[in-house]
Nanobody, 118 residues
Framework: VQLQASGGGLVQAGDSLRLSCAASGRTFSTYAVGWFRQAPGKERDFVAAIRWSDGNTYYADSETGRFTISRDYAKNTVYLEISNLKPEDTAVYYC????????????WGQGTQVTVSS
């Protein structure tokens, strides 16, 4: 199922932001949901993931502390909260599902732009 990220915008360094990921009115039926980001001129990098069934979370080693992934069962939504935003967090943020444990994440939606000014 294709997911849609939202909630990005132009923020200042030090601000916090919460991004949302939903399945366009559909109920989640997936193994996990992940957040990724792609900065200009760089590859898309993994940020965090959450297992839908039990809420177990996983983070990229470089992202511990400022990033928090969570899910709302009732709203069929996954969130990514980013605190103490830095200019280097500027990127397009994507969310995608992993339908089962050994599958890749995908398909990819349009993402949401986060721009952090210094």
């Amino acid at each position: 199922v294709q997911l849609q990220a939202s909630g990005g915008g132009l923020v200042q360094a030090g601000d916090s932001l919460r991004l949302s990921c939903a399945a366009s009115g559909r109920t989640f039926s997936t193994y996990a949901v992940g957040w990724f980001r792609q900065a200009p001129g760089k590859e898309r990098d993994f940020v965090a993931a959450i297992r839908w069934s039990d809420g177990n979370t996983y983070y990229a080693d470089s992202e511990t502390g400022r990033f928090t992934i969570s899910r709302d069962y009732a709203k069929n939504t996954v969130y990514l909260e980013i605190s103490n935003l830095k200019p280097e967090d500027t990127a397009v943020y994507y969310c995608a599902s992993r339908p089962y444990a050994t599958a890749d994440f995908g398909p990819w939606g349009q993402g949401t732009q986060v721009t952090v000014s210094s």
